[in-house]
């Protein structure tokens, strides 16, 4: 009887380290310092970017104030006004000596990313010296690799990081055009985003990084220079282009084009696109500050799935795991993956309240996403009873994706909850660490929510969820063809 009992302690006192399960951290809070003592972001100045206008102030204040460094990626830079406009601004500055990086995606960026009839903007800025550029997984190089991964060829850096000096970090769901910064006055269908400003070396040194993993993967293709010289020279129409913003942007109207004494048909084409957006006049007044505080703040990073780095999706799951209250979520594409799933029906079993915005058929800009969502928000609910869930009615479209935890700790960024952000493109995300902060993260949520429909389900007796309130509730009949159409794709769902 002793040797039993002997033996049975001898074999606990073993295996105890083996069959103890590590406790998850039960406050957000320890959460954020655990990542944040390896990241040693330390605080930067915080301010919240839901205004269109207001974003587009911010990316050209920094840019046009900086000295030392530019490093800037975007999924998507239109050949619009506003993005001959920026890339103009970045001449304006690769002349005056301030180094630059950009990158930009070959899916996103079809325009500017072509090898031949696309590039003449880029390569004008190639004309100076301490510029380099970077178009990022070129589809000729992608198409390489595809038996290796069928997912090479979509593989995408859908990162937005403006970084410039050392010090000042722009990152959010925006991309370059005027869908994205126009106000919604002027244009009702723009898109309703989330952008953070940041200001911190701490956290410019980590956006520094995350840039670089993509910036250096050696199957990007550099933008060079002609080698007999830009030919179809874009340096007048993009300084056009810099400058009658510039001038429409502080409120002294458009350039006259009876009193310039320049590239006439670029400056018309200018004056055309810019009177479409009077709400962008009034730049002279802005400052990137108006009493905002520093906050613990870090950057979560991920990288395609061309270099397997991906600090994001575990960290956001023991975000949720966390959660003692309330989980807040606005996503413009919910296409849950196991690990999602999960983690919210961990949330919803402890009591957590979660609450979701997302967009419905009638806002939407990715019919496949939609389907998939429209298929399955029933199911979601059943499995998530804490869940509700905000239909976005339009005409804007939500393209916002933050994250608000217990009104403790914010996040604002470009991952999106679906395959393609878990598990193919790049993406990142600022998290912040501040009841004010995430509060009023939560609060313009709500706002939104106003514009939204709320979808309801009640259980059938044998549990299956049917619709009380739902798409067909308010969504055109045509609207819902169409998604129901793209349901035969779900095949695509896993990079969907």
């Known amino acids: 009887m002793n040797r039993r009992l002997v033996t049975t302690t001898l074999l606990a006192v073993l ?152 010090e000042w970090v722009i990152t959010g769901g925006r991309n370059v055009s005027a869908n994205y910064f126009a106000s919604w006055k002027d244009h009702p269908k723009a898109y ?66 009876a009193k310039f004494d320049g590239d006439i048909p670029s400056l018309e084409e200018c004056n055309k696109e810019l009177a479409k957006f009077p709400g962008i006049s009034s730049y002279s007044g802005f400052q990137p500050f108006r009493g905002e505080r520093a906050y613990p703040s870090l950057l979560l990073d991920k990288t395609s799935l061309l270099a397997q780095g991906n600090d994001i999706t575990d960290n956001l799951v023991r975000f949720f795991d966390a959660a003692e209250k309330k989980i807040i979520i606005q996503n413009p594409y919910v296409v849950l993956t196991e690990k999602a799933m999960a983690s919210l029906k961990r949330a919803s079993a402890r009591g957590v309240a979660i609450f979701l915005l997302t967009n419905s058929p009638d806002s939407t800009d990715s019919l496949l996403t939609q389907a998939m969502f429209v298929k399955e928000w029933k199911h979601i609910m059943k499995a998530v009873p804490t869940l509700r869930i905000f239909a976005y009615r339009g005409p804007a479209k939500v393209h916002a994706k933050v994250f608000s935890i217990d009104d403790k700790v914010a996040m604002i960024g470009t991952y999106n909850l679906d395959p393609l952000s878990e598990k193919v493109n790049s993406e990142e995300i600022a998290v912040v660490k501040s009841s004010a902060f995430a509060t009023q993260n939560r609060l313009r949520i709500e706002n939104d929510a106003k514009n939204s429909v709320e979808y309801k389900i009640r259980l059938a007796a044998d549990g299956t969820p049917e619709q009380v309130v739902g798409p067909s509730d308010h969504v055109k009949a045509a609207a819902l063809q169409a998604v129901e159409r793209a349901q035969l794709a779900s095949f695509l769902r896993p990079v969907i």
């Open 15 to 166: 295996l105890f380290p083996i069959l103890t399960v590590v406790p998850v951290l039960a406050d957000v809070d320890k959460v954020f310092d655990a990542i944040s003592a390896k990241s040693k972001s330390g605080d930067a100045f915080v301010r919240l970017l839901t205004d269109n206008v207001d974003s587009w102030y911010a990316r050209w204040h920094i840019t046009s104030n900086a000295k030392k460094s530019i490093d800037c990626t975007y999924f998507i830079v239109e050949t619009d006004v506003f993005g001959r406009a920026f890339v103009g601004l970045l001449l304006k500055k690769a002349k005056e000596g301030v180094p630059i990086r950009l990158m930009v995606d070959a899916r996103g960026t079809k325009s500017l990313s072509r090898m031949t009839l696309g590039r003449d903007y880029l390569q004008e800025l190639m004309q100076h010296k301490g510029v380099t550029i970077k178009v990022y997984n070129p589809l000729h190089a992608a198409l390489l690799n595809l038996p290796r991964d069928i997912r090479e060829p979509i593989a995408s850096n859908h990162d937005k990081l403006l970084i410039a000096d050392g």
């Open 192 to 257: 309703r985003d989330t952008d953070v400003l940041l200001k911190g070396a701490g956290i410019a040194e980590a956006a520094k990084k995350a840039f670089e993993l993509e910036f250096d993967i050696l199957r990007n293709a550099d933008v060079n220079k002609d080698w007999l010289g830009n030919w179809d020279s874009q340096d007048i129409p993009l300084e056009v282009a810099r400058r009658t913003m510039e001038q429409f942007m502080m409120g002294n109207g458009l350039i006259d084009a």
